[in-house]
Nanobody, 125 residues
């Protein structure tokens, strides 16, 4: 089945930037929706952003204006640029994928059948 592999996590100062990447294998990238979720100790899982195969994008309120999701279909990859990072952004970030994304289900965990292994993002202050 589809496999997702994240990279790009690390340690950054508050106000800094990071770029996460996720490579998909097992199928063609077209008509496959991908996004990013995060999990921090003591906090509920949050779906940060997603991008459907028709280029429709979705963002959590916490990410709007700071985070941007974009794809490279030739390389079957999705990326997340994060600017103006805050300590509360510290979390393990997971790449997620699904064949059935919509306006109403993009932030629901049951929507996503495929999950990456996670990459740690730590924002210091």
């Amino acid at each position: 089945q589809v496999q997702l592999v994240e990279s790009g996590g690390g340690l950054v100062q508050a106000g800094g930037s990071l770029r996460l990447s996720c490579a998909a294998s097992g199928r063609t990238f077209s008509r496959f929706a991908m996004g990013w979720s995060r999990q921090a100790p003591g906090k509920e899982r949050e779906f940060v952003t997603a991008r459907d195969y028709d280029s429709t994008t979705y963002y959590a309120d916490s990410a709007k204006g700071r985070f941007t999701i974009f794809t490279d279909n030739t390389k079957n990859a999705v990326h997340l640029t994060m600017n103006g990072l805050k300590p509360e952004d510290t979390a393990v970030y997971y790449c997620v994928g699904t064949h059935f994304l919509s306006t109403t289900n993009w932030a629901a965990p049951n929507t996503y059948a495929y999950w990456g292994q996670g990459t740690q993002v730590t924002v210091s202050s």
